[in-house]
């Protein structure tokens, strides 16, 4: 393993917010000669496939994380003047169960926490923390923003609570971003580190891949805020340095604190997340008793389907036509794909739930069954 690992990297898909493309990430950093690299977008896992790809091809290891909002309250709470601020959380998944925990907040702060912004809180990181490895992010982190307010007592209970629940794998943040605070939350974190007992970990939140690509960047962020390049008042980072570093740069930004660096190294050797490809990973859908395989209930369905449309009519050229279908259909292995696409369109039939011609045909398959079991 190299001597210093890039552990907190955005790609295009922290949205407006990105100028790294995934492609090139794992090529750049061979070239500074490191040999793992973690991808942390702003809230959402959409690049982690293709990051994961694409690191395999390039011999470099690929941490999967993302860079989490937690809600200032609840994730429920969505109150215009008490929750529109939030703040940031690196989390990175050791292995496949993290990972799993991982798509799981990720989800949940979609579906329950969003507000302006897909957030998750306290109570489901503690439910959902094993497996996975915690940094407190960057300015926007709760412990560098209470460091800000010159909070240090509350600085302190925030790290020790994130200690409670990840415990060894907990990480204090420290970053080589050249930002005014951020030099003085440097200070304050190795402090709140040494007196609590928790490890530092340096990163650079790394938005671009080169220094001069620090403009297409800001070009970004007035796209995203709505904003002109010539607008005072614009949302800017006020630095050039968030790009991917080599180590050499992090190790002599951060020649004071070796253990800051060296962590990133075990931190990328504790993350072996592996994915499998190429088999098709199906929910089992469970048939009626009497029927012995899952084939035998879609064939006796078909049949049910074929005498309901055609009564009379059912020719012998309709029922081979069927069975051909069906012979595909099973030889292809998507027997329980159609008989759950057929089951909830099925329930919505019959729950009076509209059902229109994109979910029709959304399986994509060139076949009559979902046609043939129209029965309202
Ligand atoms: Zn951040
Ligand atoms: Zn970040």
Redesign the pocket.
Known sequence: MSNFVHL?V?SEFSLLDGANRIKDLPVRAKELGMDAMAI?D?GVMFGAIDFYKACKANGIKPIIGC?VYVANRSRHDKDPNLDSKYS?LILLAKNNEGYKNLAKLVSIGYTEGFYYKPRIDHEVLKQYHEGLICCS??LAGEVNQAILEDDMEKAKQVALWYKSIFGEDYYLEIQNNGIKQQILANQKLIELSRQLDIPLVATN?AHYLKKEDAYNHEVLLCIQTGKRMSDADRMRFETEELYVKSPEEMIEYFRNVPDAIENTVKIAEKCNVEFEFGHTILPNYDVPKEFKTHYDYLAKLTEDGLKQRYGEKLTKELKQRADYELSVIDKMGYVDYFLIVWDYIYYAKTHHIPVGPRAWFGCGFPCCLCHWNNRY
């Open positions: 907190h955005h942390t702003h860079e940031h992010a960057c939140d």
